[in-house]
């Protein structure tokens, strides 16, 4: 079973287990070009395995991802096929994931941590890269803080780098799992407003945050995870004010108390 001609993303069935723990049981979801998808649901309920799955920073066992027309992962009966390894860098890269803790390089500038990806594994020509990179630096408010290193900068800052290396990939997709979480709450908006600037141009993203008005202003989809399944999807007027499942109900209760 393969996604709609029209999707960027296509997963169907997707598990995942840890030991005995089934954290993913069959999540099925397609994102368009261009789409705006989030992830809500409660803690443990199985966004990050998701999103994490979806460039094989952990490896499924069991479901169908297809992104960009190439099949990343496949059953062939009931035997788990993955792409090879070169396949899924490459998909990796055009679908590269921001974290809520950054994850920069600490004994690198932001320049360098920006390069590092279109240098080391798109084998892109070093100049080339710089010049893109400070274009992207400039872009994200960043043009004055190219040799700094990762402790010399913000939350926000450094929030803004990890944006930029996302963007250093050419990415056709962007994974952003809560990006602002980790932020002083002064840092939150900044940070909201470059994500919003990235839809604004077509950018399609998949975004989990507990931002909800957030959510109910850019999302196209909203998809509400728990235990491991999407338990209801809608656009977000439908999902914020008119659950059906009672476990949304309750989810989008205790975020508004
Ligand atoms: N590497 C791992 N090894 C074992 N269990 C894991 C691992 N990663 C995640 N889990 C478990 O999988 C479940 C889902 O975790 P996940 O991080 O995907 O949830 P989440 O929805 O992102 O939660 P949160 O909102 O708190 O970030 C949790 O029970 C978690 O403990
Ligand atoms: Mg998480």
Redesign the pocket.
């Known amino acids: 079973m393969s996604g709609g001609p029209d999707a960027l993303l296509s997963v169907r069935g997707l598990r995942k287990t840890?030991?005995p723990?089934e954290?993913l049981k069959g999540v099925n979801m397609e994102v368009r070009p261009g789409e705006v998808t989030f992830l809500i649901?409660?803690?443990?309920?199985?966004?990050?395995?998701?999103m994490?799955c979806m460039n094989f920073l952990?490896m499924p066992n069991a479901g169908e991802i297809v992104f960009g027309g190439k099949r990343l992962c496949h059953e062939d009966g009931s035997v788990f096929h993955a792409a090879p390894e070169r396949v899924l860098r490459a998909a990796r890269s055009e679908m590269p994931m921001v974290f809520q803790h950054f994850n920069l390089f600490s004994h690198r500038t932001v320049l360098q941590n920006v390069i590092e990806g279109p240098v080391m594994v798109q084998r892109r020509r070093r100049e080339e890269a710089v010049g893109e990179a400070e274009e992207i630096l400039r872009r994200v408010g960043l043009g004055d803080k190219l040799g700094h290193y990762p402790d010399q900068l913000s939350g926000g800052q450094k929030q803004r780098v990890a944006i930029a290396r996302a963007l250093a990939m050419r990415p056709r997709l962007i994974l952003f799992?809560?990006p602002t979480s980790a932020l002083d709450p002064e840092l939150v908006a900044g940070i909201l407003d470059t994500i919003r600037g990235l839809a604004d141009n077509g950018m399609t993203l998949i975004v989990?945050s507990?931002e909800m008005g957030f959510a109910r202003k850019l999302a196209d989809t909203v998809h509400f995870?728990a235990d491991?399944t999407i338990l209801e999807s809608g656009p977000p007027e439908r999902i914020f004010d008119s659950p059906e499942n009672t476990r949304l109900l309750g989810f989008i209760r205790s975020i508004l108390h």
């Open positions: 840890f030991g723990l954290v649901g409660p803690s443990g309920g199985g966004k990050s395995t998701l994490r952990d799992d809560e989990v507990h995870i491991g």
